[in-house]
């Protein structure tokens, strides 16, 4: 008989210091990466920062990104919202102002490549409150999504979203 072995996750929280799941706080550690053998995926959270500014714990979790995927390649990594910008921000994309805010929920056409990892639905229907949005996607990243909301790594093991399917 097969053993299940309990699925690990950790979330690095960027915003609210409530995680159900263990936190790790970047910005206020030295990032030890010995800390991902334990965990088969991490969760970056939303958050109100701006990714492409130049807070110095931004700078250093998008670091942390960039050392991860160099260092542990097959480790799972989730983005949501401002996760997913960071992410995107952290691998050579860019993240700019909206001309008005998004705030509800909003449908979010899936291309080919997102009717794969999602193929019950051609459209996802998410909730969202944003005020920047992807400009340059980032490098080795595929859309699932017609607009610029939600992607892929090429390894297939960094999904990220602007929003939070429902």
Known sequence: MATNTPLRIVILITGCSIAVLDWFRVHHHTASFSILKAYDLIVLSGGTADPMGSDPWVLKLQDFLRTTVDCYPQQKIVGVSWGHQTICVAFRGAVGRMDAAEIGVTRMKLTEEGCK??????????????????????????????EPKAFLNDTNTIPRSKDTPI
Do not use: C, S, T, W
């Open 117 to 146: 990892m999602f193929p019950l639905n051609a459209d996802l229907h998410h909730h969202q409150f944003h005020r920047r949005e992807i400009k340059v996607p980032a490098q080795g990243f595929v859309r699932l999504a017609e």
